[in-house]
């Protein structure tokens, strides 16, 4: 057992503490939030992440898990403490570091002894090496001190299980005993471990990102040829999914990548290369074709409507920027319901878990009860989020509720041929000319 703390109880910091507690170690979560930190303290998690609650009830209640919103209180037995606290995106896409610094400033004034710092949160590269400075300039008096670089590979959605087994965990340090320290904390995970120096591993989280973001780029460039070549991406992904090298995940077409991190950190490491006179023509790309993406289903409803949108109402089935979630950031729903509206259109949408998100940031558009209050009387439904219950719907239900049967299916979930068969007017993405569909019957 260790004792550890974790400054920021934000998604990734909640799911550290909590995982940790539950390998059987003492953690303190501070948050500066204190309405967080109280209502932490009464069982309710600041965001929906499956199986979370239950995790840090468990551990709560065993005494493993505690919470604070005093810096003494963290810092007085702690062995490793955490840095989980947010990096949002600045005005030129660099990541805005103002809450590392607040929680390596507010840490240092009250060590008492040494520890090993550890970021988690998705930092610049070289940004280990200032935090440590930022630590021995505020320490009132100095105390030794190790800075780890530990970033997170988590999804939301699945975030318990992916911290539980991950495929591998990567820290960066100079100082070889901290480094070995913080393996042993991760032996329980039963992952390969890759020791490296500290840029080298806050350049893996970002490169890893962009990795994956390119993946999603790539299709969904393909499914734009494939749209005027009559050719079906989703068995393009299938046939090229096979083949080791490539691996099918992260080739799912759809309108494009969203959340909290992709968009952030392809900006971030774009902006980082640019600062020291590099082109990253590849990330610019990456970027570019998931913004148009967004435009899609929009571009292709003025098609079928005439180029007219102007009153026409239209739902979006699902908001969040993935299931499983109820994160809005950065969600392509969002983008959608701005460029419908610009354009005139009456905006609605449903989703099972992100409404009073949406409803706090988006009032104009109108939320419904269920899926089939959502398509009723609509002129045309865009799915956007690819949720289980809306790939049960019964279709035919679907279409007698709906003004005009028009159904954009943004993320693939649907048969084509079926739903043409029902009566709908369908498109998807990729799929045969226009995505309607190709002649094989999908
Ligand atoms: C991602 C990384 O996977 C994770 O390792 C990192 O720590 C944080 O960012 P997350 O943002 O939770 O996790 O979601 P993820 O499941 O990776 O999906 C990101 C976005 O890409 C979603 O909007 C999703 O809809 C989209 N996506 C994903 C696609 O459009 N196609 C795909 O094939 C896969």
């Known amino acids: 057992m260790k004792n550890i703390s974790v400054i920021g109880v934000g998604y990734v910091g909640l799911v550290t503490a909590a995982a940790f507690s539950d390998l059987g170690n003492r953690v ?3 948050d500066i939030n204190e309405e967080k930190i109280r209502n932490l303290e009464s069982g309710i998690m600041p965001i929906y992440e ?3 609650a239950e995790m840090v009830a468990r551990n709560v209640r065993a005494g493993r898990l505690s919470f604070t919103t005093d810096y003494a209180v963290a810092a007085k037995d702690a062995e490793f403490v955490f840095i989980c606290v947010g990096t949002p995106e600045g005005v030129d896409g660099e990541a805005d570091l103002q809450y590392v610094r607040m929680a390596a400033e507010s840490l240092a004034r ?10 988690k949160s998705t930092v610049p590269v070289g940004t280990g090496d200032w935090v440590a400075e930022i630590i021995r300039s505020t320490q009132p008096k100095p105390i030794e001190f190790a800075v780890v670089s530990c970033p997170e590979f988590l999804r939301e959605g699945s975030a318990l299980s992916d911290f539980m087994a991950p495929d591998r965990t990567v820290l960066g340090s100079e100082n070889q005993s901290a480094a070995d320290a913080v393996a042993q904390l991760h032996l329980p995970l039963r992952a390969p471990i890759v020791v490296t120096d500290l840029r080298t591993a806050e350049m893996i989280k970002y490169a890893s990102n962009a990795f994956l973001a390119t993946k999603i780029s790539f299709i969904n460039e393909i499914a734009n040829i494939c749209e005027s ?9 299938r046939g090229m999914g096979f083949d080791k090298r490539i691996g099918r995940s992260f080739l799912s077409a759809g309108v494009g990548y969203g959340g909290s991190c992709f968009p952030k950190d392809v900006k971030a490491l774009k902006h980082m290369a640019t600062l020291r006179g590099k082109h990253p023509q590849l990330l610019q790309a990456v970027i570019e074709i998931n913004d148009f993406q967004r435009s899609i289903p929009v571009r292709k409803l003025q098609e079928m409507l005439g180029g007219n949108l102007n ?3 239209i739902g979006l089935l699902g908001l969040a920027f ?3 979630t109820d994160d809005m950031r950065e969600a392509p729903a969002l983008s959608i319901a701005e460029m419908l509206r610009a354009q005139g259109a009456i905006v609605r949408g449903y989703d099972p878990v992100s409404m009073s998100n949406v409803a706090r940031t988006h009032p104009w558009i109108d939320l419904r009860q269920d899926a089939y209050d959502l398509v009723a ?3 045309a439904v865009i799915v956007v989020t690819e949720w289980n219950e809306f790939k049960q719907l019964d279709k035919e239900r679907v279409r007698d509720l709906m003004a005009r049967p028009i159904l954009i299916d943004g993320r693939n979930i649907y048969d084509p041929a079926y739903m043409r068969s029902i009566g709908f007017e369908y498109r998807a993405i990729g799929r045969g000319y226009n995505g309607e569909g190709t002649r094989n019957g999908n």
């Open 110 to 119: 009250v060590m008492e002894h040494p520890l090993i710092v550890i970021n």
């Open 50 to 52: 499956p199986g979370l």
């Open 322 to 324: 993935k299931p499983g």
């Open 28 to 30: 303190v979560a501070l």
């Open 377 to 379: 009387g609509c002129d």
């Open 229 to 237: 070549l009559g050719a079906d991406v989703e068995e393009v992904a």
């Open 311 to 313: 009153g026409k109402v």
